[in-house]
């Protein structure tokens, strides 16, 4: 895995992205509402996310759907109450 709060020393830009409130305040990850701007998508969309060499492989297409939709719903906090 590289991303989580368990490791000492997540991998690159993305190593605390499992982190959404810290993600969703990073205007050079994310746009909220707007997948198209946001690092976080792009990167994704061109399956450089995660890398060629990841042991867990590709995202699939529902993980792409999950991201894509986040961004586009404005990245909601999930701590925050409905």
Same mark, same amino acid.
Request: net charge negative; hydrophobic share 35%.
């Given at each position: 895995?590289? *991303?989580?709060?368990?490791?000492? *020393?997540? @991998?690159? +830009? ?9 993600? +969703?305040?990073?205007? @050079? ?15 994704? =969309? +061109? ?16 993980? =792409?759907?999950?991201? +894509?939709?986040?961004?586009? &719903?404005? &990245? ?7």
């Amino acid at each position: 895995m590289c *991303h989580g709060p368990d490791l000492d *020393h997540p @991998e690159g +830009r993305f190593g605390y992205v499992l982190d959404l409130t810290k993600i +969703r305040n990073n205007p @050079e990850l994310v746009i909220p509402g707007s997948p198209s701007e946001s690092e976080l998508w792009i990167v994704v =969309q +061109r399956g450089e996310m995660p890398p060629a060499d990841s042991l867990k492989g590709p995202l699939n297409e529902l993980d =792409q759907i999950v991201i +894509r939709d986040w961004i586009a &719903a404005g &990245a909601p906090d999930p701590r925050a109450d409905p």
